[in-house]
């Protein structure tokens, strides 16, 4: 599922080297935390969270079918890298 995921998220962003996504198990469940760059995140939910929705039902789908329970988390975005002094 977490290939399934980077391949969906890394597609629709414009920095996709930034994504990250970090698998955590909790209560037999995994839950991805999906990690992108500040300028990408309004891409990732979409109007009105319309995309993260679909990825989300997407995962469920994906992950009933293989008998697991998975959720997804957009956790706070990557701070932008300090630019340098001088």
């Known amino acids: 599922m977490q290939a399934f995921l980077e391949y969906v998220v890394k597609s629709l962003v414009a920095q996709p080297d930034a994504v990250t996504i970090t ?5 037999g469940m995994t ?28 995962l469920q789908a994906g992950s ?15 701070p ?3 630019a340098p002094a001088g």
């Open 23 to 27: 698998p955590v198990e909790k209560n």
């Open 31 to 58: 839950i991805y935390e999906v990690r992108v760059s500040p300028e990408d995140m309004g891409r990732i939910i979409g109007k009105q969270g319309v995309t993260i929705n679909a990825i989300r039902s997407l």
């Open 64 to 78: 009933a079918r293989k008998g697991t329970r998975c959720m997804l988390e957009v956790v706070d975005s990557i």
């Open 80 to 82: 932008p890298s300090p």
